[in-house]
């Protein structure tokens, strides 16, 4: 006996199930989402990047505020950052760190920080590169300095 015609004669309800075509209009649905909500997602990701590296670059301003009022000057570009951490050699007693809790992490690229002193505009300048570690450069690329 045919299942379909028993279950008319007995009344049961007939068993039920997608069709290939409504799983193919649920995964382009799906895809339009994706494609719409992807690239938003992903430019929201690049500016998180560019404001921690903005936040780090203050935390290390800070640093080496506190490293001149105990030694009277700003590290020179040869002793770097790493001032902040080791004692150089013409920093002597006046030295009171380490300034920062941890080593010096890179930028969320993961290039290393770069550090002039003098700086273009100040007694010192801190610069990320930016997502393409070049200088130069716009948008996510572009360079994050101390203001």
């Known amino acids: ?48 990047e560019v404001t921690i590296a903005r936040a780090q670059i203050e935390a290390f301003e800070k640093s080496l505020d506190t490293y001149r ?19 150089p050699a013409a920093a002597g007693a006046k030295w009171n760190g380490p300034y920062l809790k941890k080593g010096i992490p890179p930028d969320p690229w993961g290039h290393p920080y770069q550090y002039k002193a003098p700086g273009s505009k100040a007694e010192f300048e801190i610069i990320s590169l930016g997502r393409d570690g070049q200088p130069g450069g716009s948008g996510e690329d572009a360079d994050i300095t101390t203001q």
């Open 1 to 48: 006996m045919d299942v379909a015609k028993s279950c008319r004669q007995t009344g049961a309800p007939k068993a039920g199930g997608f069709t290939l075509l409504e799983l193919l209009v649920v995964i382009v649905i799906i895809g339009l989402l994706a494609a719409y909500v992807g690239p938003k997602y992903f430019s929201q990701l690049g500016k998180s």
């Open 69 to 87: 009022l105990d030694v009277g000057r700003y590290p020179n570009t040869e002793e770097g950052l790493a001032a902040l951490l080791a004692a």
